[in-house]
């Protein structure tokens, strides 16, 4: 079974940081990766993946008061980790930006068959 850890960009519930925010559409980079993490992770187990979710404004340790997200990644041992962020881009259009890290090559083969080369 593949251990597929979700993190979702930003700040849980927006404090202290939101992310990009449309203030005219009242969106938040936050909350959308919230819901798009969420929507990945319960297709990912139906799937047949595991799946650990972790939403901090502490990616690597950085800010101490709120749970690390590498540490519990690494700490669950997870085969892959995926960010999940966004983007404003520059108030003309927008992007969507996902990171990808694997632990092991077939792991990432069995996602998508070009990642493991």
Not at 81 to 91: E, T
């Amino acid at each position: 079974m593949i251990l597929i850890f979700l993190n979702p960009g930003h700040s849980l519930g927006g404090n202290p940081d939101p992310g990009c925010v449309n203030p005219r559409c009242r969106l938040r980079e936050c909350d959308l990766a919230i819901t798009y993490g969420s929507l990945c992770g319960k297709y990912l187990e139906a799937a047949g993946c595991e799946v650990s979710l972790l939403q901090s404004h502490n990616l690597a340790g950085e800010s101490p008061e709120y749970p690390c997200v590498v540490a519990a990644a690494n700490a669950w041992e997870a085969d892959v980790f995926v960010s999940i962020h966004v983007n404003a881009g520059g108030g003309r259009g927008g992007g969507n930006l996902l990171l990808l890290a694997t632990r092991r090559r077939r792991a990432a083969g069995r996602l998508h068959p070009k990642a493991a080369h």
